[in-house]
């Protein structure tokens, strides 16, 4: 599984998921590059930049706008050049019925969870495929797949990401381009322990009651843990896993949600 020093880019690398994935493809020699919004507080940068070394770059990154996908782009390029791997990680959700959805919230979830990987790929594609090696992984949801009321936007935007995730892996294969998905189910990360908190203040039970109600909702009765979701996206990043594409796989401990 040897990288042969590829570079990568990994949105929303400065937490949970997104973080678990960077460390874990610069230990096996990738140089990983972050975009995030959070990039202003140094205090966010720690871990990220501990674990991605001096080669890797970490800059501001505003998935909702075409302006800002552009100026990181151009900033990776000027460093280290065109990415061979691309990892859309970041995400964002807002507890709303469909009905009390506002367009504002609604817009902040598509445009970061689905029109943001969209952009991202948009830019990166044309020079993988001069190169003809590329990796994509987009980080979806069980979400895509099993809906919940309370996450409207969430799970259209999840859905609409693993329907990408199949149209990019089309237009990639005669290139040595691959593009798939993970769908974690419930992970315990900074989105959980906020999920939790926001139920937690409709049912009256604490935050802690509710992630246990979470962690024993699924058969393993825990929760993934985001490095278990890195390891599988560095596997589907090397060249031992060129025959994997177009596939949403589940890493959800059993669970429907």
Partial sequence: MEHKQRTAIVTGG?????????????SQGVIVSIGARSVDDP???????????????IAYLD????????KFLDTIMHQIGCPDILVNAA????????????????????NTNLSGPFRMIRSCLPEMKKRHWGRIVNIASTAARVADGTHGAYCASKAGLVGLT???????????????????GWVETDMLRNSALTIAGRTGRSQAEEIAIMAAGNPQNRLVQPQEIAAL????????????TMEDIQLNAGALW
């Avoid at 400065?14 to 610069?26: P, R, Y």
């Avoid at 964002?92 to 504002?104: C, P, Q, Y």
């Avoid at 005669?174 to 769908?183: K, Y």
């Fill in 14 to 26: 400065l937490h949970g998921i997104g973080l678990a994935i960077a460390k874990e493809l610069s």
């Fill in 43 to 57: 205090s966010h940068c720690v871990d990220a930049r501990e674990a991605i070394g001096k080669q890797g770059v």
């Fill in 63 to 70: 998935l909702q706008k075409t302006s800002s996908v552009e």
């Fill in 91 to 110: 995400g964002v959700t807002h507890h709303h019925s469909i009905s009390g959805h506002s367009d504002e919230d609604w817009d902040a979830v598509i």
């Fill in 166 to 184: 199949k149209a990019v892996a089309m237009e990639g294969a005669p290139f040595g381009i691959t593009c798939l998905s993970i769908s974690p």
């Fill in 233 to 244: 996206a560095a596997f589907c990043c090397t060249d031992a896993a060129k025959g994997l």
